[in-house]
Every structure is written in structure tokens, then in C-alpha cells.
């Protein structure tokens, strides 16, 4: 649907709105160049602060935007750049944790309205699990409100502090279409074959290679499924700190899993593949869970809080690190094609209820007028 232009009112300029970004999520940096798009069609100017790299990637410039560079750390140069590129903003809306802590200090001693959208919670151990906690309430009291992808963050917002705390509705932009002669199926046969999946099952995954994805008990679980006639191939798309001994491992017990790299092309390898594996997620809304229920792709998934509520019962939910379970889950999806489909049927009406990226726009800009005052002409 094509969105219906806002013009602002009469007598009243623009609104001014700066979109701060860190552009270590490829979800959240999706979510603003979408949310960008839809504000400027509506006739707010909008200016995106992020690191080069993610203007490079998303193209917040071709939607109408003004971008400017402000590196991921909080060092005093970054905050100063911030502080800068806010001086004559209506209203400031900073993304996911480590940006937001960088715009309340950027925004200090400014009356200017703070709006945060958290799209997960980071996830550490030790010191840093604490300083993660201590940002997390220096945001939360900071911010005039703070809109959850979650519940369970919202949730976790209050607790902190929050003043206001509300449900975010988060849509997943989806990719524009092109011309590919080849068709759908000749796409499948074109990714299967790269991947060497011709004549074996396919099973996707997808996310940075660290130790919070459920990874290790997806390698455990791979072990049980060589056994299978053809065993299933395991793709997983993604880098990370840990690919070298994930890769280790995969060459010493010889297991039936291909580490993919880095990949833009998540929508083409989930259509190929016959099931989605999230046997771990530190996201509240998983891209790779909602790329799968949109592709009509079974998915199993750890049962954690912020799947289950993006999922419902669209989905094989197994306990997280339980790789006998996930293992088994497997198994039975493979031998049970009345069990896929009835789940890509669910899969499909699940996904038809997420907000459309205009309801996201819609929400946000709701709030916008509601934390602004009238602007005189300039």
C-alpha cells in the first residue's frame, strides 16, 4: 500500500525528527531505513545518525534522509557529533541499547523529547553484564518514552525506570521485488546447488557467531542427524568471533554443517531450505523467525518469551541448549510432511498479523505528534 502524504499543518514547519542508529543490527538498521522512508513520505525531515558502514548498506539518502556519520562509541567525539547533529531537532529517537546511552548524553540539559525503541536486550556475563544493566536504567529514566518490540521489554523498561513504557508495533520491511526469469523454483534449485544441498535436506540458519545464538547446541544436534538416509545439511549464514572453532569443530567430527559467511540474501536461503533452525536468539523479534514464517517455512525455534510471543503456534518451540530436543524435533518435522504443512499454514496466517510497516510508521509518528508542541512558520 502506498502511504498517503502528511503535510504538516498550516502554520506550523516541518517536524524535525533525528534517528540515531548504532548499525551493529541488521533488523534495527532495516527497521529505521523503513521507518525513515515512511516519515519523509509524510513530511517530516528526517536526519539518520549512523556509522558509514550501515548509510553504505541501508541507504537512508535514497529515501529522503540526511545522514550523518557518528561512529558506534561513546567516546567524547561521538557524543559531540550527536550533540550536534540533535541542536535542531523537534524530537530525538535513538535504537537499541548502546545508541540510546550515547543520545542521553548527547541530549543532557535538552528539553528536546527522547523517544527509544528497544528491539532486544544485549546479552554479557560478568562486569560487562552489570555495566549493561546500569545503561539499561540511565536510558530507561532518561527517555520520555521508551517503546518496547516486546512484552517482555516493556516490561523490563518499567522495571528500570521507564516513565512511559508502551508496545512497539515493529514491522519486517520486505525486499523489493525484481525480474528473475529463472522463476522461484529455478531460485530454490540455484541456492540449493550452492550450498550442496541437491539431494539432502536443507536446514537455515542464520546469525552472528557468538556464543548467544544456541550454536553449540545446534552442532551437538547435527551429530544425531548423520545417521539420517540422506542426512540433512545444516547452512548457517553469519560471522563472528567464534567461526574459527565453530569451524573446528565441524572439520574434526566431521559434521553435516556448512558455515555460510556473511550473506545478504537471507530471504533466497530460507526459500530454499525445508526447515529454519533458531536453536538460540538474543533478538526479541528474530528476523530469521520472521523470514521464515513470511517464506512459508517451518521453523524450530528455542522457546524463549519473545519468540513465543512473535510466534505463537506457527511453530516446533524446544527448550534452549537442548539439543536432544532440538535434535529430535528435527527428526520428526523431516518424517512428518502433514506436520509442515500444517505449520507453513500457520506460519502464514501469524505473519499476516504483524504490523505492516505503514501501522509502524502510523505508531511512531502517533507518538510524535503526541510528545511535540505546534511550531511556528521558520
Not at 236 to 254: H, S, T, W
Request: aromatic share 4%; net charge positive; glycine share 8%.
Amino acid at each position: 500500500m502506498t502511504p498517503v502524504s502528511s503535510p504538516s499543518p498550516h502554520g506550523q514547519s516541518p517536524l524535525r525528527t533525528v534517528q540515531v542508529l548504532g548499525g551493529g543490527n541488521a533488523g534495527c538498521s532495516a527497521h529505521v531505513r523503513s521507518l525513515a522512508a515512511g516519515l519523509v513520505a509524510r513530511g517530516v525531515k528526517v536526519t539518520v545518525c549512523a556509522p558509514l558502514e550501515a548509510a553504505r548498506t541501508y541507504d537512508f539518502a535514497g529515501v529522503g534522509a540526511d545522514h550523518v556519520h557518528v561512529p558506534r562509541s561513546s567516546d567524547p567525539a561521538s557524543v559531540t557529533a550527536l550533540r550536534a547533529a540533535c541542536a535542531n531537532a523537534d524530537l530525538v529517537h535513538a535504537h537499541g541499547l548502546h545508541a540510546s546511552f550515547r543520545t542521553a548524553l548527547a541530549l543532557s540539559g535538552r528539553p528536546v523529547p527522547f523517544v527509544v525503541t528497544w528491539h532486544n536486550r544485549p546479552r554479557a556475563e560478568g562486569a560487562r553484564a552489570h555495566l549493561l544493566r546500569l545503561l539499561e536504567r540511565r536510558v530507561a529514566r532518561a527517555a520520555t518514552v521508551v517503546l518496547g518490540t516486546t512484552s517482555y521489554l516493556v516490561d523490563l523498561a518499567r522495571r528500570t525506570g521507564a516513565r512511559d513504557a508502551r508496545l512497539a508495533a515493529v514491522a519486517l520491511p520486505r525486499p523489493r521485488r525484481t525480474d528473475d526469469p529463472d522463476g522461484s523454483e529455478g531460485r530454490r534449485a540455484k541456492v540449493r546447488a550452492e550450498v550442496g544441498a541437491m539431494d539432502r535436506p536443507l536446514l537455515m540458519a542464520a546469525g552472528a557467531l557468538d556464543a548467544y545464538r544456541g550454536y553449540d547446541a545446534l552442532l551437538d544436534a547435527s551429530r544425531a542427524w548423520r545417521r539420517l538416509d540422506p542426512a540433512p545439511l545444516v547452512a548457517i549464514a553469519g560471522e563472528g568471533p567464534l567461526r574459527g572453532a565453530f569451524q573446528c569443530r565441524i572439520e574434526r567430527e566431521k559434521l553435516p554443517v556448512r558455515l555460510l559467511g556473511r550473506r545478504d540474501d537471507l530471504t533466497a536461503l530460507l526459500a530454499a531450505a525445508d526447515l529454519a533452525l533458531l536453536p538460540g536468539s538474543r533478538e526479541c523479534r528474530s528476523v530469521l523467525a520472521q523470514e521464515a514464517l513470511h517464506a512459508r517455512v517451518p521453523l524450530v525455534a528455542a522457546d524463549t518469551a519473545g519468540i513465543r510471543e512473535l510466534v505463537g503456534d506457527a511453530a516446533e518451540l524446544v527448550p534452549a541448549g537442548k539439543s536432544e530436543e532440538l535434535a529430535r524435533a528435527v527428526v520428526r518435522l523431516l518424517d512428518d510432511p502433514g506436520r509442515r504443512r500444517l505449520l507453513s499454514g500457520r506460519g502464514a496466517r501469524q505473519a499476516a498479523t504483524w504490523p505492516t510497516e505503514d501501522e509502524t510508521v502510523a505508531q511512531v509518528l502517533s507518538v510524535y505528534d503526541e510528545l511535540t508542541q505546534p511550531r511556528p512558520l521558520v
